[in-house]
T-cell receptor, first 115, second 114 residues
């Protein structure tokens, strides 16, 4: 079946602009995660959704970052007033249950470049 | 601070030999560990996991060893194949505290030479 998809695959924007990154999880997966991977680093947790609600948003770096999942399926990560330091690959993953031992299936990521 | 560390950024191994990838962690609350494999332009793919109640878990050519006292885990791939060439990330979670947050290492790039 279809895996996790993310759009766009690449996004170039200017400092100060607003961007939205989209994640389509595997159908039926209730858990959804956003990660950020900077160059030379491993993925860094941002936020976890269980259904429509953000169960853990402690990884969001500041209030410029916000994510939604209004119908418990597709999620959008929103970044306001982008800064050059936001440049990274943003990864989305989904899982069947969200438990600690739940396998997370990752999408290919969106590469965000802030000029 | 980096709670999960992979101190070898790269590793080269001959086809057919053993690949050993290492990972160290600092948080004694971590009780669940995973290895992910990542090819270029793709997301990480789950490979194998281990709970802290075990010291070894095996799945085909892949075995993960956990040494809790040393806060160290390793991934063994035997025999190594060219298709194993990828970046390998270890990740850890403190399931009783922040169960859905996985902390990743910086990755080790494995090259298997035919």
């Amino acid at each position: 079946g279809a895996g996790v998809s993310q759009t766009p695959s690449n996004k170039v924007t200017e400092k100060g602009k607003y961007v939205e990154l989209r994640c389509d999880p595997i159908s039926g997966h209730t858990a959804l995660y956003w990660y950020r991977q900077s160059l030379g680093q491993g993925p860094e947790f941002l936020i976890y959704f269980q259904g429509t609600g953000a169960a853990d948003d402690s990884g969001l770096p500041n209030d410029r970052f916000f994510a939604v999942r209004p119908e418990g399926s597709v999620s959008t990560l929103k970044i306001q007033r982008t800064e050059r330091g936001d440049s990274a690959v943003y990864l989305c993953a989904s899982g069947t249950s969200g438990g600690a031992a739940d396998t997370q299936y990752f999408g290919p990521g969106t590469r965000l470049t802030v000029l | 601070d980096q709670q999960v560390k992979q101190n070898s950024p790269s590793l080269s191994v001959q086809e057919g030999r053993i690949s050993i990838l290492n990972c160290d962690y600092t948080n004694s609350m971590f009780d669940y560990f995973l290895w992910y494999k990542k090819y270029p332009a793709e997301g990480p793919t789950f490979l194998i996991s281990i709970s802290s109640i075990k010291d070894k878990n095996e799945d085909g050519r892949f075995t993960v060893f956990l040494n809790k006292s040393a806060k160290h885990l390793s991934l063994h791939i035997v025999p190594s194949q060219p298709g194993d060439s990828a970046v390998y990330f270890c990740a850890a979670s403190a399931t009783a505290y922040t169960g859905n947050q996985f902390y990743f290492g910086t990755g080790t790039s494995l090259t298997v030479i035919p």
